[in-house]
């Protein structure tokens, strides 16, 4: 007999990946908030659906509320802080999948930028490279499209909105990132020449493009290196089928154990 929990996260796309005595890895669906939202503590959110569910849970990291994936919680207190002494001794490698507009001029790079707080927009970070928390973020190129780009992102540090920071400073904004991008929803108008709609054209995307594709630690109870994924969602697997269609370049880049290589073929 299937809990309340899934059923509510299968409802929203998302799913339990695994459960034990200690952890729970959840495919976070798009659109959930992890934590209680501040101002509206009705929303629905991870935190509570688990401690509803489970009873005592601990946060280990966040996603923020528009990006899909994987996240960890740990369900006693011994768990939790293994999970975050491993953070914080960077011994948990986390991969994402973001799809950006424009043409990265490298195959890979790493994009070593400090960043803090904004002082006059709270919840959004900005580039302080005097005063600013070291911050670093590697990326490799998946598929290149003209005008746009499958990019895998591994950030070294975890600070909040790391990534969309990173990217947009390097000049690759996210797709449909309100903050950090042009925050526009994307149609298949965009690519399309000589798109024709008899009604109002619906977006393909309408939410920041990154996916946190796979997170790998050290399981605190048995020592084990454990490796949990999650498959790109639809609304991102259907912006890559039409840029792949509308947008290909003539040298496809494919994906090889998690490396980037150019095809012959």
Same mark, same amino acid.
């Given at each position: 007999?299937?809990?309340?929990?899934?059923? &509510?996260?299968? !409802?929203?796309?998302?799913? $339990? &990946? /695994?459960?034990? =005595? +200690?952890?729970?890895v959840i495919d976070k669906p798009a659109h959930l908030l992890v934590l209680p939202d501040r101002?509206?503590? +009705?929303? *629905?959110?991870?935190?509570?659906?688990?401690? =509803?569910?489970?009873?005592? $849970? /601990?946060?280990?990291?966040?996603?923020?509320?528009?990006? !899909?994936?994987? &996240?960890? /919680?740990?369900?006693? *207190?011994?768990?939790? +802080?293994?999970?975050?002494?491993? /953070?914080?001794?960077?011994?948990v490698e986390k991969t994402y999948l973001a799809i950006v507009t424009g043409s990265p001029a490298e195959m890979e790079g790493k994009i070593d930028i400090p960043i803090s707080p904004s002082q006059t927009h709270p919840g959004v970070m900005k580039v302080n490279r005097k005063h600013g928390k070291p911050s670093v973020t590697n990326y490799r190129i998946v598929e290149l499209f003209d005008g746009y780009a499958l990019l895998e992102a591994e950030p070294e540090s975890g600070r909040m909105h790391q990534i969309r920071v990173h990217l947009a400073t390097a000049g690759l904004p996210i797709m449909c990132d309100k903050v950090y991008g042009d925050g526009g929803p994307f149609f298949l108008s965009q690519v399309k020449k000589r798109y024709f709609s008899e009604g109002d054209e619906k977006p393909l995307l309408a939410r920041t493009a990154l996916h946190a594709e796979s997170v790998s630690f050290n399981h605190p109870k048995t020592g084990n290196q454990v490796v949990f994924r999650s498959e790109l969602p639809k609304d991102m697997r259907s912006v890559l089928n039409y840029l792949r269609k509308f947008r290909s370049q003539t040298m496809p880049l494919v994906r090889v154990s998690g490396r980037t290589a150019v095809s012959n073929g």
């Open positions: 007999m299937k809990r309340k929990l899934d059923i &509510i996260l299968k !409802s929203k796309n998302g799913s $339990i &990946i /695994f459960e034990d =005595e +200690s952890v729970i101002f509206n503590q +009705s929303l *629905p959110n991870l935190y509570h659906m688990l401690k =509803e569910e489970l009873g005592d $849970i /601990f946060v280990v990291h966040r996603l923020d509320k528009e990006t !899909s994936g994987v &996240i960890i /919680f740990a369900k006693d *207190p011994e768990t939790h +802080s293994a999970l975050n002494s491993q /953070f914080e001794e960077r011994q």
